[in-house]
T-cell receptor, first 112, second 114 residues
Framework: GQQLNQSPQSMFIQEGEDVSMNCTSS?????WLWYKQDPGEGPVLLIA?????ELTSNGRLTAQFGITRKDSFLNISASIPSDVGIYFC????????????FGKGTRLSVIA | KAGVTQTPRYLIKTRGQQVTLSCSPI?????VSWYQQTPGQGLQFLFE???????NKGNFPGRFSGRQFSNSRSEMNVSTLELGDSALYLC?????????????FGQGTRLTVV
């Protein structure tokens, strides 16, 4: 089935550093969502994007819907230890009533 | 407003058994989707229900089935369990159906098949 290419797969960063991760696809998406999952929990929605070029922030998180509608990125500024977790991108194809497609996640580790 | 509730949180079953998992969506949400999450495959879509009707189905064998009740609560069933069915099963609800935009997830049910 349809896959999203999410990179990097994992990151180790120092506390206070900025982080950037992205998702790409060969298909056009109507919607891009970014989730964070903590161990043993379900994914939590961080940011939702609905228009090409849209830039949305949620605290220290900023995400953008690529103008080609085939990619999205998520930035985290001034990382803190509680940012540790797995970040997933998800998108809905433009072809109609289709379920969300998920990337395989970026595992973020923050070194204090 | 209560979030998505999944029960049970943990389950251990033996091969060949069957299992039923339950999901209560956020009040007012009519769309419920189910996903299987494994370390190797990530989040894989199982099926989506809206107004008691299955609207979308993923590429899983017929051993995986589901249903939705009139109060939007949903159950999924896996029959003849296999070791490879061990996974975290996640339910997500959405305010608008049948699309999955802004899906909100429950904590999941961790199924272990031995």
């Amino acid at each position: 089935g349809q896959q999203l290419n999410q990179s990097p797969q994992s990151m180790f960063i120092q506390e206070g550093e900025d982080v950037s991760m992205n998702c790409t696809s060969s298909s056009i998406f109507n919607t891009w969502l970014w989730y964070k999952q903590d161990p043993g929990e379900g994914p939590v929605l961080l940011i939702a994007l609905y228009k090409a070029g849209e830039l949305t922030s949620n605290g220290r998180l900023t995400a953008q819907f690529g103008i080609t509608r085939k990619d999205s990125f998520l930035n985290i500024s001034a990382s803190i230890p509680s940012d540790v977790g797995i970040y997933f991108c998800a998108g809905q194809l433009s072809s109609g009533n289709t379920p969300l497609v998920f990337g395989k996640g970026t595992r973020l580790s923050v070194i204090a | 407003k209560a979030g998505v509730t999944q029960t049970p949180r943990y389950l251990i079953k033996t091969r060949g058994q069957q299992v039923t998992l339950s999901c209560s969506p956020i009040s007012g949400h009519r769309s419920v989707s189910w996903y299987q999450q494994t370390p190797g495959q990530g989040l894989q879509f199982l099926f989506e229900y809206f107004s008691e009707t299955q609207r979308n189905k993923g590429n899983f064998p017929g051993r995986f089935s589901g249903r939705q009740f009139s109060n939007s609560r949903s159950e999924m069933n896996v029959s003849t369990l296999e070791l490879g069915d061990s996974a975290l099963y996640l339910c997500a609800s959405s305010p608008q159906g049948p699309m999955n935009t802004e899906a909100f997830f429950g904590q999941g049910t961790r199924l272990t098949v031995v």
